[in-house]
């Protein structure tokens, strides 16, 4: 689907995938790509890859470090199966990477790392330029490290501060090829390295050096131009989840006139919501780091007692130590927003990887009849509206809602259409106030089942909570067994009634399908691009993403009934799947499931669904 | 502080503070007094009764946000310090007070303890020494005495105990007191000089466990040895004890030791004068340590030095924040950074 248009192919998307050591700089250099791909108005979508340590032995496959791009004239709903381009600043990084490359791929090294030392420690037997592994693809073999060198040999510089800015090589090179600009990278430089002159000096001669060298080399017979996406009107940035929650979190509490507070303990991948909040006392947010995973919940279940927006972020094992106090959030019928982002589990498991193993955990994994409603995010961008929504529902509805997303959207990015904060749904928690002659602590929103929320300090409401049964309407401790079942059953219904209060499920694709395949959270971008395909090729499929887990959106079961195979595609063994077998037994259910750490890819996806199709 | 007004006005009684609900203690168990105690010293304050929270963890003690009129959270086993340290910084303005036992703060919420006490949050915590756990039935706790025989230690326990007040000032804490169940006015006094006191407050109170673990206080409260074997430390004044006065507290060295005023020359000039508000803890440390038979165990407030309040510092950055940040909202906020317009 390509056309030749002088020397500049033009091409509907592209991946890239930088790589190199954990210390050469290729989550920057990719991130300064994202940049210029934004300005140059295509729709992308990236994905960080790196080590669980924070310095591997350098040169070792474990120590590589890669980040990928995929950049569109179209929707990008992915970051990309497998890499058109692959810039390898080192033979490990080469080594790691060979799998997820296209077979004609354009491979860019940086000929002065493939020396015999680095290429053992790789774990190389022979020299992979020169062995003929390569051959297929494009390869661009060129001594990045010595042009870096010659590149600043007239600034007062080190070689091995000069060094550091090899990645500005390989950059300049991309740039070259997909036909870019390099101005707003320049004044990033100007910017970040304000203090030190000489080191953005030596970034610009470097990245300069890069692009000439790629103009020069007879190599490069064609570049390729990729024209702007058809985005709608309005302003657009690149968020990643872990922002976008922060931010979705900060607007709610904006919305609904609170004070946030977050109290949480620092857990890969879920640290960065901690961090972005704590920078935000302007706007009332309290933050605290917490002693424990266990300290960060219960400060926060004191904090929505005493009135806040109450948040505590965490990860799988950080959600198992939160347990009994998400029990008691339960109990004490209190607002809480819990945000588990998955990680590859059990135990400490894959800490770095992305899975979607916690689902059961959320809904079963406490003791007692403890429910929650429990929602998930499906992209990067979409983590800001989930936050948000989950902020909503836990204080209309006053029981904890637990937001599901995971370490691929949370480390991922894509494009974000900014919205304005205002036209966001209004939220409106149930506040009594002063003196309220008829207020009871356990008196029931007629609609919701809500109970009402009083605020110590506020006039004539005093009252006492706990993590002892309730009597409903009075709130007195009651040990009595009939109270102890309806209060279940309250709390459940509590749950289940919010599916008055969110959007039906809906389904994409061709609704006259025999074949509906079913996902939730994190998938969304690579199951809708399968789909998508599939749909242009011919192929009659249906597609339904859930969001919304429990409750269940109140259409999920008419929607099912409508077709005859239904495929649930989980990164878990089979969660979801189970958990729909278990509310809906009257259906068959497919399974494809991987567990990896890694996200399901659009090539392999596209296989199992016309496996199904044809079946 | 708005919430510190003329009590006069406010004219509060014990009886604001009662609550409805039935006091399930066991008869003769030590918490009714320091409940009584409590509800004493609340209106005596100058603090809203609205402003009042109580907040538990779990244990005999623990019930106590359910016997007091005010707002109150029961919270699971060991972290009413976390429960505090959210409510206290989420709102300022309420009166913390955070009710809880050996079991609950020296063992599963010897975290969240240590913690407390280093972040100086203004929260009141009582702490019921009954060196027992009673509401399990009788199992040792990290208080009990190396040696007891209780249920899960029948041959004697072979752990060495914390010292509550050894633990707090270890812990960087600021305030520490300590009182027996026994004399309400004790308990009164010195609630209120915790109450009064910016900052993490911690009283330790030598409860008794009627049941499980009875007189385990007795050489220090009971009539006939309390004299020899407890003295009353008080800001400014010598440390004298017994039954006469006629014993007192010398630094001998680098170590504490018991004298009698006019053996071997020594007067009341020789005495150590008690001084809480020193920032160095050692004096204090070997105070809360010192325990009958070979030494009175000292009471009053032990320790009581200034420090910024964990609330104070946070709040403090959020004015400065609002006033220097570029961000006055959020749409600000979504729009910062790196941002581009499709037209």
Redesign the interface.
């Given at each position: 689907m390509t056309k030749v248009k002088n020397r500049i192919i033009e091409l509907k998307n592209a991946v890239i995938r930088f790589a190199g050591d954990s210390g050469d700089g290729m989550q920057l250099t990719g991130s300064l790509f994202s940049?210029s791909t934004?300005?140059a108005?295509n729709d992308f979508a990236t994905f960080p890859d790196y080590p669980a340590e924070i310095r591997a032995p350098q040169g070792t496959v474990a120590g590589v470090s890669g980040f990928q791009i995929h950049f569109g004239s179209n929707d990008i709903h992915t970051s990309g199966d497998v890499a058109d381009v692959l810039v390898a600043m080192n033979p490990a990084s080469l080594k790691a990477n060979m799998n997820w490359i296209t077979e004609d791929a354009i491979i860019i090294v940086d000929s002065d790392a493939f020396n015999e030392k680095n290429i053992e420690k790789a774990g190389y037997e022979q020299n992979p330029l020169t062995d003929g592994s390569l051959n297929g693809h494009i390869l661009l073999s060129g001594p990045i490290s010595s042009m870096t060198k010659s590149a600043v040999s007239e600034l007062d510089i080190d070689n091995k501060s000069a060094q550091k800015s090899k990645n500005m090589f390989a950059l300049g090179m991309i740039l070259y090829m997909f036909n870019r600009s390099y101005e707003e990278i320049f004044s990033f430089f100007e910017t970040k390295f304000a203090s030190k002159p000489i080191i953005v000096k030596a970034n610009k001669l470097v990245l300069e050096a890069g692009y000439n060298y790629a103009d020069t080399i007879e190599s490069f017979v064609n570049t390729f131009k990729v024209e702007p996406a058809p985005?709608?009107?309005?302003?657009?940035?690149?968020v990643t989840g872990n922002l976008a929650t922060s931010?979705g979190l900060?607007?709610a509490a904006?919305r609904s006139g609170l004070?946030l507070?977050c109290?949480s303990y620092p857990i890969t991948p879920a640290t960065e919501i901690l961090q972005e909040l704590s920078k935000?006392?302007?706007?009332?947010a309290?933050s605290?780091q917490?002693?424990?995973e266990?300290?960060g919940i219960?400060?926060?279940?004191?904090?929505?007692?005493?009135?806040?927006l109450p948040v505590t972020t965490t990860s799988g094992p950080g959600l198992s130590l939160k347990s009994?106090?998400l029990g008691?959030a339960v109990i004490?019928e209190l607002p809480l927003v819990v945000v588990d982002v998955q990680r590859g589990g059990p135990s400490t498991g894959l800490p770095t990887k992305s899975e979607q193993s916690d689902l059961m955990q959320v809904l079963f994994g406490r003791n007692g009849e403890a429910p929650v409603i429990t929602i998930a995010a499906s992209s990067p961008s979409d983590c800001f509206y989930s936050a948000y929504e989950a902020a909503k529902l836990t204080l209309e509805h006053m029981t904890p809602v637990v937001l599901l997303t995971d370490g691929s959207l949370a480390n991922g990015s894509e494009v974000f259409k900014?919205?304005?904060?205002k036209d966001l749904p209004e939220i409106i928690p149930p506040l009594v106030k002063a003196n309220d002659p008829d207020f009871q602590p356990y008196s029931r929103d007629e609609k919701k089942l809500s109970r009402p929320w009083a605020?110590?300090?506020?006039?004539?409401?005093?009252?006492?909570?706990?993590?002892?049964e309730k009597e409903n309407i009075t709130g007195?401790?009651s040990h009595d067994t009939e109270n102890h079942e309806l209060m279940c059953k309250i709390r459940e219904e509590k749950v289940e009634r919010v599916a008055n209060y969110i959007d039906d499920q809906d389904v994409f694709g061709d609704e006259n399908a025999d074949t509906l395949v079913v996902s939730w959270g994190g998938t969304h971008g690579v199951m809708l691009t399968a789909v998508e395909q599939l749909l242009t090729e011919g192929h009659s499929i249906a597609f339904a993403h859930f969001k919304y887990i429990k409750p269940l959106p109140k259409n999920t079961e008419e929607i099912l009934s409508k077709y005859k195979k239904i495929l649930v595609c989980e990164i878990n063994l089979g969660q979801f799947v189970n958990y729909l077998r278990m509310r809906m037994p009257q259906f068959s259910y497919q399974q494809y499931n991987k567990i990896q750490g890694l996200p399901f890819t659009v090539s392999e996806l596209k296989k199992e669904f016309i496996a199904l199709i044809n079946k | 502080m708005e919430n510190i007004i003329d009590t006069s006005k406010l004219e509060l009684t014990k009886k604001d503070f009662e609550?409805d609900?039935m006091v399930k203690w066991c008869p003769g168990c030590g918490d009714h007094a320091i409940l009584k105690s409590v509800e004493s010293v609340f209106p005596e304050l100058g603090i809203?009764?609205?402003?009042f929270?109580v907040?538990?963890g779990?244990g005999c003690s623990s019930r106590f946000?359910?016997y007091?009129?005010?707002?109150?959270?029961?919270?699971?086993h060991g972290?009413a310090?976390?429960?505090?340290?959210?409510?206290?910084?989420?709102?300022p303005?309420?009166s913390v007070w955070m009710i809880t036992g050996d079991g609950d703060s020296m063992a599963i919420g010897g975290?969240?303890f240590i913690?407390v006490a280093r972040r100086n949050p203004d929260v009141n915590i009582l702490l019921f020494n009954n060196k027992i756990y009673g509401l399990t039935k009788g199992q040792y706790s990290p208080t009990t005495p190396k040696g007891s025989k209780t249920k899960t230690s029948p041959q004697g326990s072979f752990e060495i105990p914390f010292n509550p007040g050894e633990l707090v000032m270890g812990a960087k804490g600021k305030f520490f007191a300590r009182v027996v169940d026994t004399n309400i006015k004790m308990m009164t006094e010195v609630f209120a000089e915790a109450a009064k006191h910016k900052g993490t407050s911690i009283v330790e109170i030598l409860a008794n466990c009627v049941i499980f673990n009875n007189k385990i206080h007795g050489l220090i409260t009971s009539r006939e040895t309390k004299d020899e074997n407890q003295i009353f430390l008080e800001a400014g004044k010598p440390m004298k004890f017994g039954k006469d006065n006629e014993k007192g507290i010398i630094l001998n060295g680098s170590q504490l030791e018991v004298v009698t005023l006019g053996e071997n020359g020594i007067t009341e000039d020789d005495l150590l004068v008690h001084n809480p508000t020193i920032e160095d803890s050692g004096i204090h440390i070997m105070l809360a340590n010192m325990a009958p038979p070979e030494f009175p165990a000292a009471l009053g407030v032990i320790r009581s030095v200034k420090a910024p309040t964990l609330e104070e510092s946070?709040w403090e950055?959020?004015e400065?924040?609002?006033e220097?940040?570029p961000?006055?909202?959020?749409?600000d906020?979504?729009?910062s950074?790196?941002?581009?317009?499709?037209?």
């Open positions: 940049d934004a300005f108005g985005l709608v009107k309005g302003q657009y940035r690149n931010w900060l607007a904006e004070n507070f109290g935000h006392k302007q706007f009332t309290i605290l917490a002693e424990d266990i300290a219960v400060s926060t279940i004191g904090a929505s007692f005493a009135g806040a009994e106090a008691l004490t900014i919205p304005n904060v605020v110590p300090g506020t006039k004539g409401l005093r009252h006492r909570i706990g993590g002892l007195n401790v | 609550s609900q809203e009764k609205d402003d929270v907040v538990s779990i946000p359910y007091m009129n005010t707002y109150g959270i029961h919270g699971i972290r310090a976390a429960l505090a340290t959210g409510i206290k910084l989420a709102n303005k309420l975290n969240h913690h946070v950055s959020v400065h924040e609002k220097v940040s961000y006055k909202n959020v749409d906020l979504l729009r950074g790196s941002t581009w317009n499709i037209d």
